[in-house]
Structures are given as C-alpha cells and as structure tokens.
C-alpha cells in the first residue's frame, strides 16, 4: 500500500462524521455549508489557484488540491460518503452514440462522473446554474442523468432551488441533482430542505441583525467609470434604466433600447428592502449593475460576501477582481447548508437500513 492511500486511508477511518469529496470546490461557498452541516471533507480540489489559496488559508486542516482534476486518481477514495461538486456547464454532443459517460469524454462533468465511478460514494450532489434545465432543449440534462443512472446511482427529479428561501439574502436560484446508490434508494428517501417563511433584504445582509451580529466590516470594492456613476447618480434605490430620463436610456441602452423585454437589471439600484439580485463576477459591468441603494458604487468585497452569506472570517485570497470572481461563483453558505443538513439525513438513514442488515 501506498503512502498516499494509507494517508487517505488514515482520513476515512479517523473522520468523525460523513466524509465528502468536494470538487470545482471554489472559495468554499458549499464546503463550509457541509461542514456546518456536519460533513467532513476528505478533499476538495479547484483549478484556479486563488480559490485553492483561499480555502487553504481559512481551513489548514482541509486536504486542498490545486490542479487538473483530469489527474487525480479517486480509487483511493473508495469508502467515502458524499461527492458534491458544481461542474462548468460544457457543452456536449450524445446523438447517436449511446456510449453512456465515454460520450461525455473531455468535458468537466465527465470528470465529475469519473470521479463518481472511481470513488464510489453512497450520495453524490451535483449543482450547477439554472439554465442547465433547459440547455439544448434539456437533453444535456437528461443526457446527464442516464450517465449517472449508468454507473448505479437512483437520481432524484433534478431541483432548482432559491436562495431566498434558505436565508439567503438574494435571488440566486441553482439547479441541484442527488443521486443515491441503487443498491439504498428502494429503501430510503431524500427531502429537499423545507423553505423558510422569512425572506431576508439587503438591510439584512449588510447592518447588525438576524444574519450577523454586526455591520459589514469595510473592505475595498471596485468604483463605476465616471459616465457610468453619472447615470446611475439619477437611479432611485429599487429603480433601473427605466427610471432614467427618456433621452439618457436611449443613449445608456444603446441598440437595446428597441429591442424591447424588461432588463431588469441594467442600471438596476437594490434598495435596502429587497433581497439582491444574482452576484456576477464583475460588479461593475454593463447589462448586471447591483449598485449600492444610497452610494453609486458597487457592492464591496465583504458586501458581496455577506451577500453570499459568507462568514466575515472567511477570506479570500488573490487580486480584488480575482476575490469577485471567486465569490460571484459561489453556492451561498446557508443554501448549502440547508442541503447539507438533508444529505445527513439521507445517510442517517442508509446507516439504519446497513445496521438492518447486519
């Protein structure tokens, strides 16, 4: 036996609650939301070089991997209770070939599936933007699925769920798919956390309240170009580009101004009563303005955390713009949470059902 594999070994056995292999781990929105769940993660890996950064420098104990996930070998992680990972949504072609995971050869959710297969965990949980529900009239997805269902996983109808629903001060909505190895699924059942009845706004995210116990701390953020602030200075908080003076749309929309449709959120001020809009990776780019409701800037670093429902004790590694990108990108801490807390108790109940059988 390896060194590598008695480490590994050493890390399943000694864990004191599920344990969890985590990919496209990112700065940590959706690990830190199993931990508090109870889920101990086994290892977590990431391309980008920051976030790994990231989550290494707030969890030393974490085993991080920084790198090609195409490289790593999971086989030595047969035994673990959970995969979780949220895959770039890649485009691929499975018309005509029928050769199941080998169709989806070259892509991320291949390696995801690769990981699956190799590792063999009891559940896996796999999320990604919304839009995956209806990417190529839906047969990504279902493509996706009977992969999944290929490698003996049972898969749940596949969720979107919002985050306003789970204490999540902002309207991000991901599409989340759970698989249960066949060999439990006819005994046990999964339940999608339930919805909190209270919506919480942006005052919420950002002053002392119910979320935190204290204001958001200062931090640096990106500033609007002076033509842009220019235009925003005339939006209300709550208002967008219509709010604006009819000759100024026409010049801020460009050809967009004929095109019609809402788009909502250009030029679009959040005020301090409603939940924010979906977080992007650049706060300051045209087409998803999330100005503050009384400065003309946009959100700050630890504004945009609190709003992914980050920890302020959470930091994050790597240039302003890269510190954006990695929070924009995150599954928020109390959705994942919410999903962790079903996850355990889908595996207290498989745990019963290999108790039974003893």
């Known amino acids: 036996m390896s060194e590598t594999q008695q480490q590994i070994n050493i890390l399943l056995k ?78 691929f072609s499975y018309a005509g070939k029928k050769r199941g995971m080998e169709d989806t050869r070259g892509t991320l959710f291949y390696e995801f599936a690769r990981a699956l297969k190799e590792s063999e965990p009891k559940v896996f949980l796999a999320e990604n933007v919304k839009g995956l529900k209806s990417h190529d009239g839906g047969r990504t997805l279902a493509t996706m699925v009977e992969v999944f269902e290929s490698m003996g996983y049972e898969v749940l109808e596949p969720t979107v769920l919002k985050g306003i629903h789970y ?52 931090s640096e953020g990106q500033a609007y170009p002076d033509k842009k602030k220019k235009v925003l200075d005339l939006v209300p908080a709550g208002g967008y580009w219509r709010d604006l003076p009819l000759d100024i749309q026409k010049e801020y929309m460009m050809k967009s101004f004929y095109l019609g449709g809402g788009k909502t959120g250009i030029a679009r001020r959040i005020s301090w009563d409603e939940p924010s809009l979906t977080l992007t990776c650049s706060p300051a780019q045209k087409q998803t303005e999330r100005c503050h409701p009384d400065e003309t800037r946009p959100f700050t670093v630890r504004e945009y955390a609190r709003i992914q429902t980050f920890p302020d004790t959470w930091s994050f590694e790597g240039s302003m713009t890269n510190q954006y990108k990695q929070i924009g990108n995150a599954v928020p801490m109390n959705l994942a949470y919410a999903v962790g807390t079903s996850l355990v108790k889908l595996l207290d109940d498989i745990a019963e059902v290999e108790r039974a059988k003893v």
Request: one cysteine or more; hydrophobic letters at 40%.
């Open 167 to 218: 204490n999540v001060p902002q309207k991000r909505e991901r599409i989340f798919i759970v698989g249960i190895k066949k060999e439990y699924a006819k005994d046990v059942a999964f339940q999608w956390p339930k919805a909190s009845a209270k919506i919480y706004n942006l005052k919420d995210a950002l002053r002392k309240g119910e979320l935190f116990d204290c204001d958001v701390p200062h």
């Open 14 to 91: 000694n864990a004191t609650s599920y344990t969890n292999i985590e990919l496209f781990a990112g700065a940590g929105g959706m690990a830190l939301g199993m931990e508090k769940a109870g889920i101990e993660h086994v290892l977590l890996n990431d391309f980008d070089r920051y976030a790994t950064q990231t989550l290494k420098k707030n969890r030393p104990h974490w085993h991080v991997m920084h790198g090609d996930i195409a490289k790593i070998d999971f086989n030595p992680y047969k035994g673990v209770d959970i995969l979780t990972g949220g895959f770039p949504c890649q485009a």
